[in-house]
């Protein structure tokens, strides 16, 4: 049997040794795979960057000369350098990553056909300015649309280029990789043979208890606090049980607690939530209807009347946090009415929900906090006809809700710090996005990790809000 020093001893030859014939090809390794990785890396993100060139050089840059040509962008308003100084400034970023003779050419034949286009574009700028007949523009525009095929091809050979240079380099990393593999098999043969030395005492005084320790962690993370390890032998792992096993009391303790204050907690999100329906849309609605009694449109004063009295009934439910599926429909259907009133031809909107689905359980108030931030941040903010859609799909355990709009949307920018803010511990009543927060939260309290939202968003397109809940009503 090993004592305390002898232990230590083993371990510090061993490891001498060890560390001896495993440090220089471990070296060397890394030096080499760091070496390709970022080589391979630069191909990588030279063709991401000339497939993005290739995809604007397509889309954009004939969209934004035609509307010059028709007038749809005023000349002395233009910033010539919108779409062209851009492209040139990628295509130059692009060149300052490239190795080779031959990616370098491409490129520089890349920045010259540029240079042509903006010729052009000039010639466009200038007839504009002195009000030339639009046929001569249109005559220039079919040597733009020649010239902008030409960069877009040329962008595509640059890929292939880069394509093959990195094929190259791939091969080249196998066959040093072979080398290295027999010399790792060399380094291995030699490490087993001293590990041997050392394997019985490690598997009968530490092995088993770290696995008596490991099967006490699974056991936490499956949520089995009862279990408890054994005493090890050896000091420090003896501590370590004794610790662990201490923090098991602790926990089940904080967990009976915290699921009281989840409780309370999970209530008061959905009395927020409800206060969140702010005055204005009370006042609105009310001077809507009192504008449709002056007008002695009397049925349209009973249904927005209607539609906003059973609005608050369902958002009160008498207190309960599950209703069926068919007032949750009914509850967005309601608000959407109202604001449809409100809105006239401004606002259009369409429900689609299966009807063997009605009777499902769900989380009360999930849907209306994501339409109205559908409506008031989105669709209020364009000049075109607003349109909501709010669809359900069914999964095999899982109900899928998305709401659609074609609002303003979001830029990449304002999406990333909206999905941040999702996951903020708390949110100010008064800050946008809040009723997304507040979903966000309340399918955590309930559902757990089985639910979540996402969010996709485009610039001036709109926004598309997913929400997934499992079909099976939990236990808070």
Same mark, same amino acid.
């Given at each position: 049997?090993?004592?305390?020093?002898?232990?230590?001893?083993?371990?510090?030859?061993?490891?001498?040794?060890?560390?001896?014939?495993?440090?220089?090809?471990?070296?060397?390794?890394?030096?080499?795979?760091?070496?390709?990785?970022?080589?391979?890396?630069?191909?990588?993100?030279?063709?991401?960057?000339?497939?993005?060139?290739?995809?604007?050089?397509?889309?954009?840059?004939?969209?934004?000369?035609?509307?010059?040509?028709?007038?749809?962008?005023?000349?002395?308003?233009?910033?010539?350098?919108?779409?062209?100084?851009?492209?040139?400034?990628?295509?130059?970023?692009?060149?300052?990553?490239?190795?080779?003779?031959?990616?370098?050419?491409?490129?520089?034949?890349?920045?010259?056909?540029?240079?042509?286009?903006?010729?052009?574009?000039?010639? !466009?700028?200038? #007839?504009? +300015?002195?009000? *030339?007949?639009?046929?001569?523009? =249109?005559?220039?525009? &079919? %040597?733009?649309?020649?010239?902008?095929?030409?960069?877009?091809?040329?962008?595509?050979?640059?890929?292939?280029?880069?394509?093959?240079?990195?094929?190259?380099?791939?091969?080249?990393?196998?066959?040093?990789?072979?080398?290295?593999?027999?010399?790792?098999?060399?380094?291995?043969?030699?490490?087993?043979?001293?590990?041997?030395?050392?394997?019985?005492?490690?598997?009968?005084?530490?092995?088993?208890?770290?696995?008596?320790?490991?099967?006490?962690?699974?056991?936490?993370?499956?949520?089995?606090?009862?279990?408890?390890?054994?005493?090890?032998?050896?000091?420090?792992?003896?501590?370590?049980?004794?610790?662990?096993?201490?923090?098991?009391?602790?926990?089940?303790?904080? !967990?009976?607690? #915290?699921? +009281?204050?989840? *409780?309370?907690?999970?209530?008061? =999100?959905?009395?927020? &939530? %409800?206060?969140?329906?702010?005055?204005?849309?009370?006042?609105?609605?009310?001077?809507?209807?009192?504008?449709?009694?002056?007008?002695?449109?009397?049925?349209?004063?009973?249904?927005?009347?209607?539609?906003?009295?059973?609005?608050?009934?369902?958002?009160?439910?008498?207190?309960?946090?599950?209703?069926?599926?068919?007032?949750?429909?009914?509850?967005?259907?309601?608000?959407?009415?109202?604001?449809?009133?409100?809105?006239?031809?401004?606002?259009?909107?369409?429900?689609?929900?299966?009807?063997?689905?009605?009777?499902?359980?769900?989380?009360?108030?999930?849907?209306?906090?994501?339409?109205?931030?559908?409506?008031?941040?989105?669709?209020?903010?364009?000049?075109?006809?607003?349109?909501?859609?709010?669809?359900?799909?069914?999964?095999?355990?899982?109900?899928?809700?998305?709401?659609?709009?074609?609002?303003?949307?979001?830029?990449?920018?304002?999406?990333?710090?909206?999905?941040?803010?999702?996951?903020?511990?708390?949110?100010?009543?008064?800050?946008?996005?809040?009723?997304?927060?507040?979903?966000?939260?309340?399918?955590?309290?309930?559902?757990?990790?089985?639910?979540?939202?996402?969010?996709?968003?485009?610039?001036?397109?709109?926004?598309?809000?997913?929400?997934?809940?499992?079909?099976?009503?939990?236990?808070?």
């Amino acid at each position: 049997m090993y004592n305390t020093d002898s232990i230590k001893k083993i371990f510090k030859q061993s490891n001498k040794i060890m560390l001896a014939i495993a440090i220089l090809p471990i070296l060397f390794s890394i030096f080499f795979y760091t070496r390709y990785i970022l080589i391979y890396q630069n191909s990588v993100d030279n063709i991401q960057a000339a497939n993005q060139i290739s995809t604007k050089v397509k889309n954009n840059v004939l969209e934004e000369m035609w509307d010059i040509v028709f007038g749809q962008i005023e000349p002395t308003n233009y910033d010539k350098k919108s779409i062209i100084y851009e492209l040139r400034s990628e295509l130059t970023v692009i060149s300052e990553n490239a190795n080779t003779t031959t990616e370098r050419s491409t490129l520089e034949v890349a920045q010259r056909t540029l240079d042509t286009m903006e010729k052009y574009l000039d010639k !466009i700028l200038d #007839n504009v +300015k002195l009000e *030339q007949p639009v046929e001569e523009n =249109e005559l220039i525009m &079919l %040597q733009i649309d020649s010239v902008n095929q030409l960069l877009y091809d040329i962008l595509q050979d640059f890929v292939r280029v880069e394509i093959n240079l990195a094929s190259k380099r791939s091969e080249e990393v196998t066959n040093s990789l072979l080398l290295l593999s027999m010399a790792q098999l060399l380094i291995i043969a030699c490490i087993f043979f001293f590990s041997r030395r050392t394997q019985k005492f490690l598997e009968k005084k530490i092995q088993q208890p770290i696995n008596d320790l490991v099967k006490l962690a699974n056991e936490f993370s499956n949520g089995h606090f009862s279990y408890r390890s054994t005493a090890s032998q050896l000091f420090e792992l003896s501590k370590l049980s004794e610790s662990m096993n201490m923090m098991a009391e602790n926990l089940t303790t904080l !967990i009976e607690e #915290n699921a +009281k204050k989840q *409780q309370h907690l999970a209530q008061s =999100e959905v009395r927020t &939530l %409800q206060a969140q329906i702010t005055p204005h849309f009370v006042y609105n609605s009310l001077d809507a209807i009192l504008a449709l009694a002056d007008q002695e449109d009397l049925p349209a004063v009973k249904e927005m009347t209607f539609a906003l009295s059973d609005f608050f009934r369902i958002s009160l439910s008498k207190g309960k946090d599950w209703i069926p599926l068919s007032k949750e429909i009914r509850h967005v259907e309601d608000y959407l009415k109202i604001l449809k009133i409100r809105y006239a031809e401004m606002l259009t909107y369409d429900i689609q929900v299966p009807d063997e689905l009605q009777e499902q359980m769900v989380l009360k108030m999930i849907l209306q906090p994501i339409i109205e931030n559908a409506v008031y941040h989105g669709t209020k903010l364009v000049r075109r006809a607003g349109k909501v859609h709010v669809g359900l799909v069914e999964e095999k355990e899982a109900l899928v809700f998305f709401v659609n709009d074609n609002g303003i949307g979001m830029s990449p920018e304002v999406l990333n710090n909206v999905r941040f803010h999702l996951s903020e511990v708390s949110l100010s009543s008064t800050e946008s996005g809040y009723g997304l927060y507040n979903v966000n939260r309340r399918l955590n309290l309930y559902y757990g990790e089985d639910a979540y939202l996402k969010i996709e968003s485009t610039y001036n397109q709109g926004t598309c809000v997913t929400i997934r809940v499992p079909k099976k009503q939990p236990t808070l």
